[in-house]
């Protein structure tokens, strides 16, 4: 789970047009935090990941790489 969070953080990151450094000093974190969750080494912290979903702009579902079914 953490290395989906990892690639897909990379890649929503890389969509908004942020270096790693850009995304760590919005989250105010460092960057070596931001690369080892990349890295899937490190999984963040609930509130971590609620200011990675603000920042992207993504929701917690797309981060993880959860496909989201709607009713009908």
Do not use: C, W
């Not at 047009?17 to 963040?44: K, M, Y």
Request: hydrophobic share 35%; glycine share 10%; charged share 30%.
């Amino acid at each position: 789970m953490q290395d989906t969070i990892g690639k897909r953080l990379r890649a929503y990151r890389k969509l908004k047009n942020l270096t790693q450094q850009e995304l760590a000093d919005r989250l105010h974190v460092s960057i070596a935090i931001v690369g080892a969750i990349e890295r899937g080494t490190r999984v963040p912290t609930p509130d971590l990941l609620r200011q990675i979903h603000d920042v992207l702009g993504v929701t917690e579902q797309e981060l993880r790489g959860e496909s989201v079914t709607f009713g009908g």
